[in-house]
């Protein structure tokens, strides 16, 4: 089995998050590639804000295309009770998915399911099979075992 996380990270807290899921998914035998999303140029926080507020997209630095991958992994923070425009320009650009299962995974102080739900809803247009999906508070970031447990957690339920 192939997967591949994408993830978007300024503090590193998303990062973090996507590696304990790599690392969960090599434990079980899945074959892992990350990519990060790298807008090209560099917003600043309260414009990146105001862009997602707006649910503006960015230009992003090249990433590799989704290949064979039996499992997608997104991983992306909340950003004015909204999406990042680094992921909004992921979503929008993703093919079909034709049937593969996907980890679906916001952070953020606040980080409403409604954004999860959102999120659903452009991977199902786009053919995604199974969706296991979670908003984690960036509180959970403060305990490593935690995040350990919930990329545990996610993983279990994707592979069912």
Not at 4 to 23: D, M
Not at 114 to 129: D, F, H, P, S, T
């Amino acid at each position: 089995m192939k997967a591949t996380v994408v993830y978007f990270s300024v503090s590193g807290k998303n990062e973090k998050l996507a590696q304990a899921i790599s690392r969960e998914l090599d434990t079980r035998n899945v074959s892992v590639d990350s990519v990060k999303l790298t807008p090209k140029n560099s917003t600043g926080a309260v414009m990146g804000a105001l862009m997602a507020a707006f649910r503006r997209s960015v230009e992003l630095e090249p990433y590799p295309e989704l290949g064979d991958e039996d499992l997608l992994v997104l991983v992306g923070p909340v950003w004015a009770s909204t999406m990042t425009p680094a992921m909004r320009t992921f979503l929008s650009n993703l093919p079909n998915l034709g049937g593969r299962r996907v980890i679906n995974v916001v952070c953020g102080y606040h980080p409403h399911e409604r954004v999860v739900e959102r999120i659903n809803r452009e991977l199902r247009a786009r053919g995604a099979g199974p969706i296991v999906s979670r908003a984690v508070r960036v509180s959970a970031f403060e305990n490593s075992d935690y995040v350990t447990e919930i990329a545990a957690d996610l993983c279990t339920k994707a592979l069912e």
